[in-house]
């Protein structure tokens, strides 16, 4: 699917992988109900783009986890833009799953993982830099879901829309019992406006209790997809 004008200074030498992307999202992510019908005339401005805007918060070589991926938005728009960070996908449903993987597959992104879980099965597992969430969960839930699966003063980014201020007051309670203080409503993107995203942001004071059965059960933690040669890029 060509890029708007817009998208070239966006996303730059990866430009030709989000063309791929969105043509997966327009064509096997609508067949398979990864993302609705009325979405694929929108994949630019509504989801690659604004996915974008909050690269400029991500570790360059750091650890991205992407809560409820789902689409891949924003995990694998976050791998295809800073190809030395490790981005892990998590997500629980299994269509979903298969989509991600062969997307992975397709745009040979040796930089991403696929964990199928909850992420409270992971709390305590993962120890990422940035945690980021999209259309998953009011800030009141996803909160203790995102702080436990960062490390301590690691960044949490829940991609929120008009809502985000009244779902930051409502999460009050909650991020006071996590012991975050620092949690805050902004706007970011490219300086032309081209990507932009609203989100709150909030820095982990320390691991988050697990919640539910914790980490019981579920799989142990594998690296990411194997480079071409065989060599494992996180090795």
Known sequence: MDAPPEAAPVFGAALPL???????????????????????????????????????????????????????????????????????????????????????????????????????????ELAADMVTARAVAPLEKLAGLCAGLARPGGLVVAMKGTNASRELASAGPVLARLGVRDARVAQVGSASGAAAATVVLFTVAGRAPRSGGGARGSRSHRQPGRARGGRDRWS
């Open 18 to 124: 989000a063309e791929r992307f969105a043509a997966l999202l327009a064509g096997a992510g609508v067949e398979r109900g990864v993302i609705g019908p009325a979405e694929a005339s929108r994949i630019w401005d509504r989801h690659l783009l604004n996915c974008a805007a909050i690269v400029s918060l991500a570790p360059v070589d750091g650890w991205i986890a992407d809560v409820g991926s789902g689409a891949g938005l924003p995990g694998v728009v976050l791998g295809m833009l800073l190809p030395a960070a490790r981005v892990t996908l998590v997500e629980p449903l299994a269509r979903r799953v298969a989509f991600l993987e062969e997307c992975i597959a397709d745009l040979e992104l040796a930089n991403v993982e696929v964990r199928r879980a909850r992420a409270e099965e992971l709390a305590g």
